[in-house]
């Protein structure tokens, strides 16, 4: 893994927004290899968390890849090893501070710019993905966001800060 591979995945990531995957699709199935899990398992491990989870416009979908993402890498898989799981809520917490920094929040209707009844209609149809779609949402721009906080996490971990 060199800087070169890390930002293949991230346009890899944009990518698979654009041919409308969801946005925490399109963050998991850019990494998910890494871990050994194959492309069809992580777009459906991440196919719910769409649209804020469930488009219920809760917490941002890329968001949510983000910490999927760190669960593949840090999670701890002994229920007793609590230190692993704290070390993994400590990674969790820094990147979403930065994803908030960076965006303004971490809950999709925020990011959207919803007010009250907008922020949950309880619809669960998707969004139809057209020329239109891609130019009022900032999702993209999102997906990008949350697949690069991730490639410079193992940036910095794997290469090292000075990388």
Same mark, same amino acid.
């Given at each position: 893994?060199?800087? #070169? ?5 991230? /346009? ?5 927004? !654009?041919?409308?995957? =969801?946005?925490?699709? *399109? ?7 890494? $871990?050994? !899990? ?16 469930? +488009?219920?416009? !809760?917490?941002? =979908? @890329?968001?949510?890849?983000?910490? !999927?993402?760190?669960?593949? /890498? ?5 229920? %007793? ?7 993994? $809520? ?6 979403? @501070?930065? *994803?908030?920094?960076?965006?303004? %929040? ?16 309880? %619809?669960?149809?998707? *969004?139809? +993905?057209?020329?239109? $779609?891609?130019?009022? +949402?900032?999702? @993209?721009?999102?997906?990008? %966001?949350? @697949?690069?906080?991730?490639? /410079?996490?193992?940036?910095? #971990? ?6």
């Amino acid at each position: 893994m060199n800087n #070169k591979e890390l930002e293949t995945r991230v /346009d890899r990531a944009v990518d698979y927004f !654009m041919q409308g995957y =969801g946005c925490c699709q *399109s963050v998991v199935a850019a990494f998910a290899d890494l $871990y050994g !899990m194959d492309h069809e398992l992580a777009l459906r491990v991440a196919a719910g968390f769409g649209g804020g989870v469930g +488009r219920l416009r !809760m917490m941002c =979908g @890329a968001v949510s890849g983000l910490v !999927m993402l760190v669960g593949l /890498d840090c999670g701890q898989t002994e229920g %007793s090893d609590r230190e692993g799981k704290s070390a993994c $809520y400590k990674v969790v917490q820094e990147l979403l @501070a930065r *994803s908030e920094a960076e965006n303004g %929040s971490l809950i999709c209707a925020e990011i959207l710019g919803l007010k009250g009844h907008e922020k949950a209609t309880n %619809s669960y149809v998707a *969004s139809p +993905r057209t020329a239109e $779609y891609y130019k009022t +949402r900032p999702c @993209a721009a999102k997906v990008e %966001s949350a @697949a690069r906080i991730f490639a /410079d996490y193992l940036r910095e #971990k794997y290469l090292g800060a000075g990388v």
